[in-house]
């Protein structure tokens, strides 16, 4: 490939959904890109050119990024989970089928309606409760600020979020705390 | 969309990072976490030629407690900043106001130094540092300098940092009194602030209401001669340059400055006690 | 019980929550391999003759395998020669910032936007015109050759004496200001020409309309066009069939030889995908001071943007909806369609309606602020009773059934109309720095306008008892494949999961309308009823012979998807069973479903707003809606319709507005400048349920995607000023953001 205008590849390995990806990759290429091509995961979309609509975010190290505002060289050696790598491992399974307590509780409130903003709603979401697992509803509302959604007006993303709080309070484990497995557990393995 | 192409390189300590930077002049820049720099290089109005990577520096990432201060690393992230509960008790103006910088996925990312050295005056955190007399320390080629807040922000997107310099640590005296307050003024929650007032005892400080944070000096005066707060808010256009934009017109935005700063000393009076 | 108005969880989720939706530009199809990328260039300027393009340097950058132009679009049927006829690519004039130029196919999409960074044009500026005050002044003509900024116009001025008799005229311009779309996927397409065909996969809400529409401007014959609709990240109308860009990539894929995509960048949607409303409202009202309206009349001004497209027949759209819920003595209107050197209007969530709503029930406001009566006393004392329809309007418009005055005392009730009153009396009593405000807006709007176009369904159960429904509508969000196979299974008991629904696609459904209009389920949903009403009686026909009895002694039963005889269990047959004897096709039915009419839902909205007074910030802390659109199939997709509808409306009411400098220029070209609402400005909504059915078709139901819209921003902007009233603040233009709100306390205090 020639790159004769200043621009340089890069080699940047990562682990994406538990499995690792490795590209040779232009040092400017986004984490967005990056994972809608080297590693072959759409659902990760790209909805604005100015960090606003948060429709790229993923788990960067566990934590809601936009993928957008992360060079992939800056996630060189990092783990990544995005949409796909969320639905649990079902019992017994090998590989993901069932869904997250969040996106179960997308699916039941209704909380998505054309999905374009949904896969990064979601992990926004995910996030939120790792760091708040009793959010009031402005708390959600504010944990969301940075999710644009233009189908739902926002009022079942915040059922969907509060009642998944519900739900992993209520789960086995130590009382009134989320179940931390049900949250980090081993994302499923999606074969980019 | 995407940034011009440009190369990317990593510092594995602070010495190295200098040492890049010193080889490429002008057209390196740090890239800490990226979300002032990379949002504006998107768009083409940034293009430089390399960015240097400071993620590596770990050791740049600490808040600690400190005798009269707290040392906080450059490469503190807002989401840090706003979780410290050392922080929440020595410097909750600064904790609150880190936790209103952008969303939750920015303050993931962005850092105290990286807003800092971006030199915004729309951004939330030079206000608040300039507020609070914070004291920032850089690091060149010949060392560590010192640098008060009230010197450090010169111009729009300009500050005292030279080329060669990496902001290194921020100093924040630990505040005698209780009181402080922080008034962001926004249409929605995750726009700029339109106008905001970061308030710390009687030191007051305005965001977005000139090319650089500044301190509201003639409310300040106003306070000192014993005013009340909505009197002494009254002079906090005092001195000002805002701009108008498709949000504000300047009387808007200094009408704003009063209110938020007559609330802003209030709230502050409020937790005071 | 029938499924039918239970609330179902939709078929669509797992998979977009798993593994996300396949948009445009997720496809990785084999017939996409090494396709190129296509990004456009786009005029910088808002009004410029080109006298020349230079693409010599971009050619030169890496990766560049052509750079087309218009000069290059000599396979191309002929223009008509029309003034304010649309290019593809701009040829010797740019009329807005934004219209496409050029385009740079590249091997990946990073080098396509450097390449054409190095495309170089020559612009003669020309004297923008921006704001229908300048169009129609007319000083700068976009169309020289036409002689005029004015496009169309139509109605005329209220015939003398239409006012006579009024004890108070109350008469005021305002904006109902052009707004963005803002689906969170951006335009997108792919195209691919192989053996004289072009496949085109395009996030469109219309594929047939899209073929058609790229077959003409191509000089292509329907047949050799095949739109593929991926799913499609929402639309509000902003996607209605195709546009010129997507035209330009189908074109080159055609002139090129080589699969091609594009995705734009949310910068050049927000210039490029056409916006919304934009209507400049004149509004004259009149009447007794017992509330008594007896004349209204509505002038428009219908800015169109550069080119007309569908904002030439917004006004049409206004004009019959104008007198809304009220029943008037005189109501008239007029309009003109100008020009302007700015992105082309087109529908938006309501085209047209929610212009003829909020000019009303700001009017009504207006005249119960001059005669100091209730606002919601009197639109009561104005309704269309309940015993007038079908109700034909001064615009002639026939309302099919309405039950206004319920839907306001309803919604009245459940926001609890006096004790906030109460309270606001309390707030302006203390002269509060935080005032409560109340809006309430009726509102009627028109479902399926385009009735007489129907929609069709194909219905096929197959050998395996499985079925497929095909369907002319293209949902994009709304939940079609749920709605549809609850209206299969409700009439054959063939489960849910056992149900397909297909669209979009033309090779598959060469015939079909598409979505908008809030047409589909009343329309589409018809078709698929009927049609599997048919399927029925087939089946029913063959089930008798196979059971060797008489139709009239058979059952179908619904809970167990099987034949029987009446009554006899043991004889039950299964639909793979019928379906089998059939033939190898299976059962099939196929429908055009042609209703005799549009259809009106109907509602009112009551907004609860806190103003704090001293910065002229407004809070949306309630809203509270009575949606009425017939029977209700899912309450579940129906009240998420609602919600993002009133999103949409209260939006427009308070935050969002496409601004352009005096040049022409873009204010608001991206997401940090265009306010588009977030989770954090809105409450959550409190819907209340009304079902007043229809008769226009079998199941009884009116389109629900626009209504929430229609209704929301009046009572949103009304709350604001509501609640700086007492401050002497009559009204405030759209969006009422803090400046504006601020502004108006000031002037009216002064």
Partial sequence: MDRDQGGSLVNVTMTVNGAEVAADVEDRTLLVHFLREAAGLTATNVGCDTTSCGACTVLLDGESVKSCTVLAAQADGHDVVTAEGLAMRGAGEAGGGELHPVQRAFRREHGLQCGFCTPGMVLASVSLLQENPQPTEAQVRMGLEGNLCRCTGYHNIVRAVLAAAAELAAEPGEPGEPDAAALAAGPAEVAP | MIPAPFTYCRAASVDEALALVAEHGDEAKFLAGGHSLLPLMKLRLAQPEVLIDLAPLRELSYIRDAPGHVAIGALTRHHDLEHSALLAQAVPLLAHAAGQVGDPQIRHRGTLGGSLAHGDPA??????????????????????????AAGFFQGLFETALEPDELLVEVRV?????????????????????????????????????ASTPVRASAVERALASGAAPRDAAAHAADGTSPVEDINATPDYREHLARILTGRALEEAATRAG | MSILGTRVVRTEDPRLLTAGGTYTDDLRLPELAGALRVTFVRSPVAHAGISGIDVKEALDSPGVVAVLTAADADDLPASD???????????????????????????????????????????????????????????SLLFPEAGSNVVRSGGGPAPDGAFDGCDVVVERTFPNQRVAPVPLEVRAAAATWADGRLTLWASTQNAQQARDQVAGALGLDASSVRVITPDVGGGFGAKIATDRDTIVVAWAARRLGRPLRWVETRNENLLGMVHGRAQQHTIRIGGSRDGRILAYHLDIVQDCGAYPRFGLFLPTLTQLMASGVYDLPYCGSSFQVVVTSTTPISAYRGAGRPEATAAIERAVDLFAAEIGLDPAEVRRRNLVPPDAFPYTTPGGAVYDTGEYAAALDKVLAAAGYPELRAEQARRRERAEVVQLGIGVSCYVEITAGDYSGGETSRLVVDGTGAATVYTGSSPHGQGHATAYAMLVTSELGIPMDRITVRHGDTDEIPRGVGTYGSRSLQLGGSAVHQAAVEVREQARGLAAGLLEASEADLELDLGRGTWQVRGDPDTALSWAAVAGQAGPAGLAADVDFKPASPTFPFGAHVAVAEVDTETGKATLIRHVTVDDAGRVLNPVLAEGQRHGGIAQGVAQALLEEVRYDPDGNPLTGTLADYATITATELPSFELVGMETPTTVNPLGVKGIGEAGTIGATPAALSAVVDAVAHLGVRHIDMPATPLRVWTAIREARS
């Fill in chain 2, 173 to 209: 005296p630990k505040p005698a009194g209780a009181g402080w307050s922080f008034q962001k003024f926004t249409k929605r929650a995750i726009d700029w602030a339109i106008v905001g007032v970061a308030v710390q005892g009687t030191s007051v400080a305005l965001v977005n209401m």
């Fill in chain 3, 81 to 139: 020669g029309r003034p304010a006829t649309e290019p593809l690519l701009a040829s010797d004039r740019v009329r807005y910032v934004g219209e496409p130029v050029a385009i740079v196919l590249t091997e990946d999409g990073y080098q396509g936007e450097d390449a054409a960074e190095l495309v170089s044009v020559d612009y003669e500026p020309l004297p923008a015109v921006v704001g229908v005050d300048a169009a129609l002044a007319g000083t």
């Fill in chain 2, 123 to 148: 951004s939330d955190l030079p206000a608040v540092i300039l507020a609070l007399d914070a004291t920032l320390v850089a690091r060149g080629p010949s060392g560590d300098r010192e640098i008060a």
